[in-house]
T-cell receptor, first 119, second 112 residues
Framework: GAGVSQSPSNKVTEKGKDVELRCDPI?????LYWYRQSLGQGLEFLIY????????KSGLPSDRFSAERTGGSVSTLTIQRTQQEDSAVYLC?????????????????FGPGTRLLVL | EDKVVQSPLSLVVHEGDTVTLNCSYE??????LLWYKQEKKAPTFLFML????IEKKSGRLSSILDKKELSSILNITATQTGDSAIYLC????????????FGQGTRLTINP
């Protein structure tokens, strides 16, 4: 497909279980982002991958959260020992970074998200 | 702390009305301001603004950035029920990587 895809679209899990969320970015996009949107909240940055550089993990809320990006394409966000406050929509976005006259041009395109419910 | 604030949080109007959505920001290392429309789950890109005072238009939607006032507006003229959505404002900043800082969103409802 032409857009960012995510799976599963919905996930219900029990408190304490681990979950894995998957993101397939747009082909050729070098940057990949994970965001979280809790009920009634704005989008919250979690983690960022750019090419082969070390990821920026500064937005991860706790050490229960981790993410990897294999082969510079698909990314997996893992939440260990889930808690009820982890319930949210997890959105992935990808972009292609380009520089014109030293101005960074980058538009992030979002996937449909994974709605996670922790019971 | 980087912050983006949108107003109003919620707006209900009748079809055909014109609406103006507001976004103000306080960030370091500003790069650009983006508007997204969110229906269901995934935000879709509307505009990216980097220069102050230059209006961007797409059909009935238009947006402009005011870097002096640290704000942006999104206008929708002749609104239609299909315009009902959450409109998100995000500011791109550079902190090592480029990150988007999002506002809370404006929930726009267009009644027939």
């Amino acid at each position: 497909g032409a857009g960012v895809s995510q799976s599963p679209s919905n996930k219900v899990t029990e408190k304490g279980k681990d979950v894995e969320l998957r993101c397939d970015p747009i082909s050729g996009h070098t940057a990949l982002y994970w965001y979280r949107q809790s009920l009634g909240q704005g989008l919250e940055f979690l983690i960022y991958f750019q090419g082969n550089s070390a990821p920026d993990k500064s937005g991860l809320p706790s050490d229960r959260f981790s993410a990897e990006r294999t082969g510079g394409s698909v990314s997996t966000l893992t939440i260990q020992r889930t808690q009820q406050e982890d319930s949210a929509v997890y959105l992935c976005a990808s972009s292609f970074r380009a520089y014109t006259a030293e101005v960074l041009w980058e538009t992030q395109y979002f996937g449909p998200g994974t709605r996670l419910l922790v019971l | 702390e980087d912050k983006v604030v949108q107003s109003p949080l919620s707006l209900v109007v009748h079809e055909g009305d014109t609406v103006t959505l507001n976004c103000s920001y306080e960030v370091t290392n500003f790069r650009s301001l983006l508007w997204y429309k969110q229906e269901k789950k995934a935000p879709t890109f509307l505009f990216m603004l980097t220069s102050s005072g230059i209006e961007k238009k797409s059909g009935r939607l238009s947006s402009i950035l005011d870097k002096k006032e640290l704000s942006s507006i999104l206008n929708i003229t002749a609104t239609q029920t299909g315009d009902s959505a959450i409109y998100l404002c995000a500011v791109a900043i550079i902190q090592g990587a480029q990150k988007l800082v999002f506002g809370q969103g404006t929930r726009l409802t267009i009644n027939p």
